[in-house]
């Protein structure tokens, strides 16, 4: 075998045992929402289109710096496949050369890289004449690309790029000039250290004990925030374009928020589990998940919120966030009928909005 082979072989391997276990919730999302998959990947390519039209610079460098976080979220699930992280060292056994190396982890990088494939997509329906009179377009696709190998190799300099570029939004700057200033940090960021966050609480208490697990587990509270955003975004734009069919949309919103949130309990009893004798000695087990709930319900809120002042107030939303404590605490005990739990709030909300 080749280590050409070997990398499709691994890469293969990988991608099938994520969507293993991403089958379930896969499954129920697609099957419940498919009515509103096409609107979703419609709303992408409109942002596109937006970048393209270039009507308000302000508003492109938005749908700029949206696209660039969901491409970040979606290497970072997939970044284990495209390195083959668990067999790295393996690979030099196969192959001396370094280049060859991070050739393999670019062309499976590109391969991998839906968010560039739909710009391709779209460069290409545009014809070079019409892409011509767009040249930050263009630019917005190498920076595409530039942000994925980033995120394989310096993944901090990706991350604080982002942070950087939205502080940039705030000015009125052209999409070429935006580009470049996202460019120039992200250069530069990479030659930044790492940077490590510390905390060491003077006395442990149940706040503290959380504040350390998000400290320690930052990037699975950062992704929920991110794609919770993100949804609530993507379906500002559908009203955007069909306003009448944004009541429809926003439930739905507030409905996967919901499950992404609730999931989190999962990991967190878990992490409750591993550390039960010590705060049941303590008597404190008790008042421990009565903070995780409060903390995952607060966090949910903030998105909901976030929400209803970008989008619009909506009752069955409001309904969603009342329901949310039981799905927290389905997560939380039942984990495994949390998608069933789920699923059937979602018809019964529907079924529910289409009687009324």
Same mark, same amino acid.
């Given at each position: 075998?080749?280590?050409?082979?070997?990398?499709?072989?691994?890469?293969?391997?990988?991608?099938?045992?994520?969507?293993?276990?991403?089958?379930?919730?896969?499954?129920?999302?697609?099957?419940?929402?498919?009515?509103?998959?096409?609107?979703?990947?419609?709303?992408?390519?409109?942002?596109?289109?937006?970048?393209?039209?270039?009507?308000?610079?302000?508003? =492109? *460098?938005?749908?700029?710096?949206?696209? %660039?976080?969901?491409?970040? #979220?979606? &290497?970072?699930?997939? $970044? @284990?496949?495209? +390195?083959?992280?668990?067999?790295?060292?393996?690979?030099?056994?196969?192959?001396?050369?370094?280049?060859?190396?991070?050739?393999?982890?670019?062309?499976?990088?590109?391969?991998?890289?839906?968010?560039?494939?739909?710009?391709?997509?779209?460069?290409?329906?545009?014809?070079?004449?019409?892409?011509?009179?767009?040249?930050?377009?263009?630019?917005?696709?190498?920076?595409?690309?530039?942000?994925?190998?980033?995120?394989?190799?310096?993944?901090?300099?990706?991350?604080?790029?982002?942070?950087?570029?939205?502080?940039?939004?705030?000015?009125?700057? =052209? *999409?070429?000039?935006?580009?470049?200033? %996202?460019?120039?940090?992200? #250069?530069? &960021?990479?030659?930044? $250290? @790492?940077?490590? +966050?510390?905390?060491?609480?003077?006395?442990?208490?149940?706040?503290?004990?959380?504040?350390?697990?998000?400290?320690?587990?930052?990037?699975?509270?950062?992704?929920?925030?991110?794609?919770?955003?993100?949804?609530?975004?993507?379906?500002?734009?559908?009203?955007?374009?069909?306003?009448?069919?944004?009541?429809?949309?926003?439930?739905?919103?507030?409905?996967?928020?919901?499950?992404?949130?609730?999931?989190?309990?999962?990991?967190?009893?878990?992490?409750?589990?591993?550390?039960?004798?010590?705060?049941?000695?303590?008597?404190?087990?008790?008042?421990?998940?009565?903070?995780?709930?409060?903390?995952?319900?607060?966090?949910?809120?903030?998105?909901?919120?976030?929400?209803?002042?970008? +989008?619009?107030?909506?009752?069955?939303?409001?309904?969603?966030?009342?329901?949310?404590?039981?799905?927290?605490?389905?997560?939380?005990?039942?984990?495994?009928?949390?998608?069933?739990?789920?699923?059937?709030?979602?018809?019964?909300?529907?079924?529910?909005?289409?009687?009324?």
């Amino acid at each position: 075998m080749t280590y050409l082979q070997y990398r499709i072989t691994a890469y293969r391997y990988a991608l099938r045992m994520l969507l293993k276990q991403a089958n379930q919730f896969a499954l129920m999302i697609s099957t419940l929402f498919y009515i509103f998959l096409p609107g979703l990947i419609a709303a992408m390519f409109f942002g596109l289109g937006r970048i393209i039209q270039n009507d308000s610079e302000q508003a =492109s *460098n938005q749908i700029i710096w949206g696209c %660039l976080l969901l491409q970040t #979220l979606l &290497l970072n699930v997939l $970044k @284990p496949a495209i +390195l083959d992280d668990a067999h790295r060292m393996f690979h030099h056994s196969l192959t001396k050369s370094k280049i060859r190396l991070i050739a393999s982890d670019i062309a499976q990088l590109v391969a991998s890289h839906v968010l560039l494939w739909m710009s391709l997509i779209l460069a290409l329906a545009m014809g070079v004449d019409k892409l011509a009179r767009a040249p930050h377009f263009i630019g917005f696709m190498i920076t595409q690309l530039g942000m994925g190998i980033m995120q394989l190799y310096r993944p901090q300099a990706a991350v604080l790029t982002l942070v950087a570029s939205l502080v940039l939004l705030a000015t009125t700057s =052209s *999409n070429l000039a935006y580009l470049a200033w %996202l460019n120039a940090c992200l #250069l530069a &960021l990479c030659f930044v $250290k @790492p940077i490590r +966050l510390r905390y060491s609480p003077t006395k442990l208490t149940v706040w503290s004990f959380w504040a350390l697990y998000g400290l320690c587990h930052a990037w699975s509270l950062a992704w929920r925030v991110s794609i919770s955003l993100l949804v609530v975004w993507g379906v500002a734009v559908i009203g955007v374009e069909r306003p009448e069919l944004l009541h429809w949309y926003t439930p739905m919103a507030a409905l996967f928020a919901s499950l992404i949130w609730a999931s989190l309990c999962i990991k967190t009893t878990k992490y409750i589990n591993q550390h039960r004798l010590f705060w049941a000695s303590l008597k404190q087990l008790g008042a421990l998940a009565q903070a995780q709930h409060i903390l995952i319900f607060v966090l949910y809120f903030l998105c909901w919120l976030t929400g209803v002042i970008l +989008l619009r107030f909506d009752v069955f939303a409001l309904a969603i966030l009342i329901l949310a404590p039981v799905l927290q605490w389905c997560a939380a005990t039942i984990p495994q009928r949390l998608a069933v739990c789920w699923g059937s709030f979602a018809v019964l909300t529907y079924l529910v909005k289409v009687l009324m």
